[in-house]
């Protein structure tokens, strides 16, 4: 008989890995397939349908947004049937409908003085991609954290609202209240550098025609 054939009339021995856990790897690979399964049904149908439900009770509370503080309340509680942003934000959450709620909401509690939370609304919005919303989430934080007096924190989310998506019409704004917020931090060359960015990145803006004086003041104090 050739080594090759008794290999093969070899059964597996008792006591092997194999024999011992064959029940256990069936098992183990059907927990495997049964995972993958609910995975992809949790990614296709059951987000996909809170995502559409959210975005449909949404419309709403969008209405009230920027409206006066009675209708920004409205936008926050909800109305006659309608959820409100906290309610979409927390039920609807792994939702863009969830996601935009906490930018909303951010800016919401800004404008109404509740800076703690505005940082916590807009603590929970994650990037999408967006050259819009994502530099100007970064900067509501700013402006939040500026309010609470926290000016580290504030200058590190106005930094990364200017080079978030560089523009004309952003960027600048930011850049500018980096500067202010390096001043408040005794820092005033890293306010010189902020300053002086404007003018010459983005002599165009609306930012950059009274920027001279900014960058005077903070030279001289850099000094």
Do not use: C
Request: hydrophobic share 35%.
């Amino acid at each position: 008989m050739s080594t090759t054939e008794k290999e093969v009339s070899h059964p597996v021995k008792k006591g092997s890995f194999l024999e011992e856990n064959s029940k256990s790897l069936l098992f183990i690979a059907g927990a495997v397939v049964l995972l993958i399964g609910v995975y992809l049904w949790y990614q296709n149908v059951y987000l996909k349908n809170r995502a559409l439900e959210a975005s449909a009770k949404m419309y709403k509370s969008e209405q009230y947004v920027g409206g006066v503080d009675s209708l920004a309340s409205k936008a926050i509680n909800g109305t006659a049937g309608y959820p409100g942003l906290e309610k979409i934000a927390e039920e609807y959450d792994n939702t863009k409908s969830a996601n935009l709620a906490n930018l909303y909401l951010g800016g919401i509690y800004l404008r109404k003085g509740e800076f703690k939370k505005a940082t916590e609304a807009l603590g929970k919005y994650s990037e999408t991609g967006s050259p819009v919303a994502d530099p100007l989430a970064l900067g509501l934080l700013g402006d939040a954290y500026s309010e609470l007096k926290d000016f580290k924190q504030a200058a590190t989310y106005y930094k990364k609202a200017a080079d978030k998506s560089s523009n004309k019409f952003t960027s600048p704004l930011f850049l500018k209240k980096l500067g202010l917020v390096y001043e408040h931090l005794k820092d005033f060359k890293s306010a010189e550098d902020a300053y002086t960015k404007i003018k010459t990145q983005y002599p165009e803006s609306q930012e950059a025609a009274m920027v001279d004086e900014f960058i005077a003041r903070a030279s001289a104090q850099a000094k």
